[in-house]
């Protein structure tokens, strides 16, 4: 079985600020791993997601996730928040040999001037 | 080109009838899945399609609900007796082709509202 863990249901940054979003896995098999963003009234966006070819992994919009093994983690960053980043952020899991995705409860992140 | 669409954005109905929600994945795309995103929640799965054939229908809450992909391509999920309860936003996703790190690409769903 896979599950996600999103700690953090609201994330507060200025702009300019770093961004880290934090999500733990759990997965009996090998995972593939996903971040995807929801803007209010759309469906959702991937922004990245690890394959097993390299553990840090770089996405849409300057974001990009590293897969730590011995944590069980897959933290989304940005080095710097722009006030077009604010959404809704899951992070989301699939274990090899499996098709459905499983999903975190999700981070909206909230971007001030 | 295009993406995946659902119709209607929209769908109101009254407890006890019976919906049904459209999805048109990418063209090409041999799998197709379906999720439920209640309010303030991640998405869950409810079923997926390889071809015509559902080949996992797990996440299906009871037998209220039922989803058809008859020629491979667009599918309906389908509510009898719809409940208070169902009211959600129906997600639709495909990929070209299932498991592994293929990206599901998902449709702005369908808000479905049970009064």
């Known amino acids: 079985a896979q599950s996600v863990t999103q700690l953090g249901s609201h994330v507060s940054v200025s702009e300019g600020a770093l961004v880290l979003l934090r999500c733990n896995y759990s997965?009996?098999?090998?995972?593939?791993l996903f971040w995807y963003v929801q803007y209010p009234n759309q469906g959702l966006q991937l922004l990245l997601k690890?394959?097993?070819?390299?553990?840090l992994v770089k996405g849409i919009n300057g974001f990009e996730a590293e897969f730590k093994k011995s944590e069980t983690s897959f933290h989304l960053t940005k080095p710097s928040a722009h006030m077009s980043d604010a959404a809704e952020y899951f992070c989301?899991?699939?274990?090899?040999?499996?098709?459905?995705?499983?999903f975190g409860t999700g981070t909206r992140l909230l971007v001030s001037p | 080109g295009a993406g995946v669409s659902q119709t209607p954005s929209n769908k109101v109905t009254e407890k006890g009838k019976y919906v049904e929600l459209r999805c048109d994945p990418i063209?090409?795309?041999?799998?197709l899945y379906w999720y439920r995103q209640s309010l303030g929640q991640g998405p869950e799965f409810l079923i997926y399609?390889?071809?015509?054939?559902?080949?996992?229908d797990s996440g299906l809450p009871n037998d209220r609900f039922f989803a058809v992909r008859p020629e491979g391509s667009v599918s309906t999920l389908k509510i009898q007796r719809t409940e208070r309860g169902d009211s959600a936003v129906y997600l639709c996703?495909?990929?070209?082709?299932?498991?592994?790190?293929?990206?599901?690409?998902f449709g702005p769903g369908t808000r479905l509202t049970v009064l």
């Open positions: 996703a495909s990929s070209l082709l299932a498991g592994g790190s293929d990206t599901q690409y």
């Open positions: 997965s009996s098999v090998p995972p593939y």
């Open positions: 690890y394959t097993s070819a390299a553990t």
């Open positions: 989301a899991v699939r274990g090899t040999g499996f098709q459905k995705l499983v």
């Open positions: 063209s090409g795309h041999t799998a």
């Open positions: 399609f390889q071809g015509t054939g559902a080949a996992d």
